[in-house]
């Protein structure tokens, strides 16, 4: 299976409550990448963890790195309407220095 | 503010031609990689280049080239452009260094190949 596989793969909720993504990869990583994505637009980074790095925040986002067991979170709290997007985590490989994305969550809230 | 462009949004090709997909980016950046987005697969790395006239292959290469004469330009050719190339194209920039820096990405050319 791929490098920097989230989970699950499209996940619907009520504004105002929690999502969490996960993603799982397999090689050993100089840091860990969230990105956005609105239809049919390009990707906007959101946060970036170091592989010395267990938790770090951004405003309403929260991402955890677990370097033991090659995964990684993403929280959304008191989730908008506008939060509506797809969500890829991107692994940047320790021997190279390019990236390798997952296939993404659907985040769905619903108004 | 970091600006990526791709030369088309949309683009309608038929098959055996040859493509061009131009990207432009303007913060100076050394990096500069090629992704094609197809539903269930994710991004797919085709090529990416680390200074001018550099290239190397990502893990789709086959069927494309890429031309970097310029720092800020990298190029995404098509030599005879088939159905199954049909798909979101995504240029990206990123600054020099091992991968600790965001990428920058353009807003995607969506190419059909009729």
């Known amino acids: 299976s791929q490098q920097g596989e989230e989970d699950p793969q499209a996940l619907s909720i009520q504004e105002g409550e929690n999502a969490t993504m996960n993603c799982s990869y397999k090689?050993?990583?100089?840091?860990l990448q969230w990105y956005r994505q609105n239809s049919g637009r390009g990707l906007v980074h959101l946060i970036l963890?170091?592989?010395?790095?267990r938790e770090k925040h951004s405003g309403r986002l929260r991402v955890t790195l677990d370097t033991s067991k090659k995964s990684s979170s993403l929280l959304i709290t008191a989730s908008r309407a506008a939060d509506t997007a797809s969500y890829f985590c991107?692994?940047?490989?320790?021997?190279?220095?390019?990236?390798?994305f997952g296939d993404g969550t659907t985040l769905t809230v619903k108004p | 503010d970091v600006k990526v462009t791709q030369s088309s949004r949309y683009l309608v090709k038929r098959t055996g031609e040859k493509v061009f997909l131009e990207c432009v980016q303007d913060?100076?950046?050394?990096?500069m990689f090629w992704y094609r987005q197809d539903p269930g697969l994710g991004l797919r790395l085709i090529y990416f280049?680390?200074?001018?006239?550099?290239?190397e292959k990502g893990d789709i290469p086959e069927g494309y080239s890429v031309s970097r004469e310029k720092k800020e330009r990298f190029s995404l050719i098509l030599e005879s452009a088939s159905t199954n190339q049909t798909s979101m194209y995504l240029c990206?920039?990123?600054?020099?260094?091992?991968?600790?820096?965001?990428?920058?990405f353009g807003p995607g050319t969506r190419l059909t190949v009729l």
């Open positions: 963890i170091r592989s010395n790095e």
């Open positions: 090689t050993s990583i100089n840091n």
């Open positions: 280049s680390y200074d001018v006239k550099m290239k």
């Open positions: 913060m100076d950046h050394e990096n």
């Open positions: 991107a692994t940047i490989n320790t021997n190279a220095g390019k990236s390798t």
């Open positions: 990206a920039s990123r600054p020099g260094g091992q991968g600790g820096h965001e990428q920058f």
